[in-house]
């Protein structure tokens, strides 16, 4: 079975805790896409120093951090920290599996990326940024994104924005961050009906990140990522 390499670094967190660190090179970041088109549900977790000293508490936050497909350094403080832990070029590589259905499509980058990721400097991941790889590879794959969070006026603008920027990408649904407890059914039936690729979660979601662990299970072979502010930086806010 083929799979993915990415370079991971655990950090010490606190007197007793650990958390793993992913270093996925651009090109990875694309080749996951249609390697978790396989059934299951996938999260991608954004942190920084704040996050981590969250993530030493053992609780509900910490298990999600723990068990995501990937833990992104947001800030450029953090991922010099991991860096600095013992030589810079000595990396765990942990292997991603990839389904026997994308081994013919996937096996077509492997060896090049194997070739491109060697040596190469690591660093910290915009959430923006990586969230356009993720949705220009979609595009081309005629994917498709749901939208949570937000008030109306930006999710409105987002959608435009995303509309206009990956025409071929579909948007398969939207909902504002603080929906009503009466509206949470309605939605979770066209998080299933949709199936979408990708599940965006910004501001004003009741419970921030930790949404996206206690839905997961409404939906399928969906790749979820939060960030508070990327709606409203997807709507053009400053």
């Known amino acids: 079975m083929a799979t993915v ?4 670094k655990t950090i010490r967190n606190g007197t007793s805790s650990k958390v793993r660190l992913d270093f996925p090179t651009e090109r990875q970041l694309g080749l996951l896409v249609p390697a978790w088109t396989d059934g299951k549900n996938h ?8 996050c981590l000293a969250r993530a030493a508490r053992a609780g509900e936050y ?40 994308q081994e ?7 060896e090049d990326e194997e070739e491109s990721s060697a040596g190469s400097e690591v660093g910290c991941y915009n959430p923006l940024h990586t969230l356009n790889i993720l949705m220009s590879i979609l ?20 959608e435009l924005n995303l509309r206009s920027t990956f025409p071929r990408l579909r948007l398969v649904g939207r909902s504002i961050g603080n929906y009503l407890p009466q509206q949470e059914a309605p939605l979770m039936t066209a998080l299933q009906k949709t199936a979408p690729d ?38 053009g806010s400053n």
């Open 43 to 50: 999260q991608i977790c954004f942190v920084d120093e704040k």
């Open 198 to 235: 990708l599940i965006i979660v910004g501001s004003l979601v009741e419970g921030g990140e930790l949404w996206i662990p206690r839905h997961m299970n409404f939906t399928r072979s969906g790749i979820f990522v939060f960030d508070d502010s990327i709606l409203e930086v997807l709507a």
């Open 104 to 110: 013919a499509y996937l096996s077509l980058f492997l």
């Open 139 to 158: 595009e081309q794959r005629n994917g498709s994104v749901f939208l949570l969070g937000g008030a109306v006026a930006k999710l409105q603008r987002t």
């Open 62 to 101: 910490a298990s999600m951090i723990a068990s995501a497909d990937l833990v992104l350094p947001k800030t450029p403080s953090l991922a010099k920290k991991a860096t600095e832990m013992g030589s810079c070029d000595v990396f765990e590589l942990r292997e991603v599996s990839i389904p026997p259905t």
């Open 5 to 8: 390499q990415i370079r991971t």
